[in-house]
């Protein structure tokens, strides 16, 4: 690995990490555009190296953070970590089914109606 992919590799963790604690986004919103864009990672490969990043600092510390201040409801978490699993399943199983541009498509088209719905939401 030279020098420019660590420095790369360093780089989103670090601001996908902060972004993640302080307004919840990280994963799909900033580390698969930085893997695509910077490591020229196709988008299934971002999308899986995405998913296996996020399963122990997020399920770990930032969340045990927000659990100490009382802004944790474990209840609901479980519930959407049981859908999550299975729909994570379900939809990597269909990601990998489908040509990778209408995989990447797809995402930039998510993520900008995202914004537009919170753009224009009070």
């Known amino acids: 690995m030279n020098a420019y992919v660590l420095f790369v590799l360093v780089s989103i963790g670090i601001v996908a990490g902060m972004l ?38 997020i399920g770990l510390l930032a969340a045990y953070n927000y659990y100490k201040g009382g802004y944790v409801n474990m209840k609901y978490a479980m519930i959407i970590a049981l859908a999550f699993l299975i729909g994570g399943y379900l939809g990597s199983k269909m990601a990998l089914t489908v040509p990778v541009e209408l995989v990447r498509k797809s995402f930039a088209v998510v993520i900008v109606l995202i914004a537009i719905k919170m753009y224009f939401t009070k």
């Open 20 to 57: 993640g604690g302080v307004i919840g986004l990280g994963g799909g919103i900033i580390m698969i555009p930085a893997l695509t864009i910077f490591l020229s990672m196709d988008q299934r490969m971002a999308q899986g190296t995405s998913i296996a990043v996020m399963l122990p600092p």
